[in-house]
Every structure is written in structure tokens, then in C-alpha cells.
């Protein structure tokens, strides 16, 4: 699956997510570099280095 294109309201590319499968779904910032990732079934979003983020999708607000 190709991956959902974050843009500035400038149009200039902010980050990417890209759906990995059922149990994984990760944000990357324009230069490729992951930040973090959701797991759909336990509902939660951690940082790269696995700390908890919080409850919910929060993908978005590691960019």
C-alpha cells in the first residue's frame, strides 16, 4: 500500500504513514526517518525508542 503524503500548507512535504500491516502502522518525517508507530489492536502510539505516547492513534502529533 503506498503511503499517506503529510504537506505543509505550503504544499512542501511534512512526513509520511505507512501502513505495515494489522498491527502496525508508522510516521516518518521527510527525510525517511521513522518517529513512531500505532498498534491498532492495543490502541496505542509509542516513540521510536518504545516509550508510550499515549492511548489512541497519535500519530500525527510526532511530527
Known amino acids: 500500500?503506498?503511503?499517506t503524503i503529510l504537506r505543509n500548507s505550503d504544499a512542501s512535504?511534512?512526513?509520511f504513514i505507512h501502513f505495515l500491516g494489522e498491527h502496525r502502522t508508522?510516521?516518518?518525517n521527510a527525510n525517511?526517518?521513522?518517529l513512531g508507530w500505532y498498534n491498532p489492536?492495543?490502541?496505542i502510539t509509542?516513540?521510536?525508542n518504545g516509550t508510550m505516547v499515549?492511548?489512541?492513534n497519535?500519530?500525527?502529533s510526532l511530527i
Open 1 to 3: 500500500m503506498n503511503p
Open 41 to 43: 489492536t492495543s490502541n
Open 26 to 28: 508508522e510516521i516518518r
Open 32 to 34: 525517511g526517518q521513522t
Open 54 to 56: 499515549g492511548f489512541g
Open 58 to 60: 497519535l500519530l500525527s
Open 46 to 48: 509509542y516513540y521510536i
Open 13 to 15: 512535504i511534512r512526513g
